[in-house]
């Protein structure tokens, strides 16, 4: 069983930091993408980063660049987000995701977190 598990969402005021963490379990899951979405209230999910787990790659929304780094640790079972100059219109729910399937780096996931909550106020 594949489970995708997410921390670190909270309250922070705007222009402040969180690190969101996801720790992927399974004996042999090996993605070929993982990322993060995200889906604030009365909107649907969008496509925040990802990484190409093979190479390192990454891809940013235009919206996050510069402001949102994703990265993993050295065993590769967990991925992070890490978000700096937070703004409140960054205020969603934050999914991690995983792809084992033929895709792009923004479609065809079809591991997913709980999600975290992530609010950010003015």
């Known amino acids: 069983q594949v489970q995708l598990v997410e921390s670190g969402g909270g309250l922070v005021q705007a222009g402040g930091s969180l690190r969101l963490s996801c720790a992927a379990s399974?004996?042999?899951?090996?993605?070929?993408?993982m990322g993060w979405f995200r889906q604030a209230p009365g909107k649907e999910r969008e496509f925040v980063t990802s990484?190409?787990?093979?190479?390192?790659?990454?891809y940013y929304a235009d919206s996050v660049k510069g402001r949102f780094t994703i990265s993993r640790d050295n065993a590769e079972n967990t991925v992070y987000l890490q978000m700096d100059s937070l703004e409140p219109e960054d205020t969603a729910v934050y999914y991690c995701?995983?792809?084992?399937?033929?895709?792009?780096?923004?479609?065809?996931?079809?591991?997913w977190g709980q999600g975290t909550q992530v609010t950010v106020s003015s």
């Open positions: 995701a995983a792809s084992t399937v033929l895709g792009s780096s923004r479609t065809g996931y079809n591991y």
């Open positions: 399974g004996r042999t899951f090996s993605p070929r993408y």
């Open positions: 990484m190409r787990m093979g190479t390192g790659y990454t």
